[in-house]
């Protein structure tokens, strides 16, 4: 089946350590981005790939750092920079032209303490 | 400044009623306009989509009328089920800027009662 996958689902860190997440998708999608969402809040753009081995920030890209060595993978630092790590963060895709819909993996839940 | 608004943060609707999601823009050049579904602690699910072309576009239970000079969306849900239960998130694409950015709204959350 064709989609998006992200590891962990639960991720706890202790402040200061940098943190990887995991996104992943079979879809054969040229662009993916990563958002993140705090309670009572639209998702908000941190970073988005339109294409391998590049990609721009968003809107909230501060702490954060990528990377897109491969199509399917495009995986998520927060680093210690970022002063209100935790959140629910969501990866998606979407295809040619990136006009279309966005097609979003489960998420990852990180809590830093 | 919230660019995208979703000025009900819920709604509850008795179940084979209409659901009514509004969703409110500010910049005339929002061109593309999607609707998502999202249920908690999972990624959300797309809906449907509107070109600025269009006024309406309908998918099953499914449709959303767009009035650009009111610069209004809305998701209409006919007839509501206990399983549409969940958040409701409208995004709006900044065509203009010539990349794959989206703004979303902050969310209704849409509660259907049995």
């Known amino acids: 089946d064709g989609g998006i996958t992200q590891s962990p689902k639960y991720l706890f860190r202790k402040e200061g350590q940098n943190v990887t997440l995991s996104c992943e998708q079979n879809l054969n999608h040229d662009a993916m981005y990563w958002y993140r969402q705090d309670p009572g809040q639209g998702l908000r753009l941190i970073y988005y790939?339109?294409?391998?081995?590049?990609?721009q920030k968003g809107d909230i890209a501060e702490g954060y750092s990528v990377s897109r060595e491969k199509k399917e993978s495009f995986p998520l630092t927060v680093t210690s920079a970022q002063k209100n790590p935790t959140a629910f963060y969501l990866c998606a895709s979407s295809g040619t032209g990136g006009r279309g819909e966005q097609y979003f993996g489960p998420g990852t839940r990180l809590t830093v303490t | 400044d919230q660019q995208v608004k979703q000025n009900s943060p819920s709604l509850s609707v008795q179940e084979g009623r209409i659901s009514i999601l509004n969703c409110d823009y500010t910049?005339?050049?929002?061109?593309?306009f999607l609707w998502y579904k999202k249920y908690p602690a999972e990624g959300p699910t797309f809906l449907i989509s509107i070109s600025s072309i269009k006024d309406k576009n309908e998918d099953g239970r499914f449709t959303v009328f767009l009035n650009k000079s009111a610069k209004h969306l809305s998701l209409h849900i006919v007839p509501s089920q206990p399983g549409d239960s969940a958040v409701y998130f409208c995004?709006?694409?900044?065509?203009?800027?010539?990349?794959?950015?989206?703004?979303f709204g902050t969310g209704t959350r849409l509660k259907v009662l049995a």
């Open positions: 995004a709006a694409s900044p065509g203009w800027q010539g990349t794959y950015k989206y703004i």
């Open positions: 910049n005339s050049m929002f061109d593309y």
């Open positions: 790939s339109q294409i391998v081995n590049d990609f």
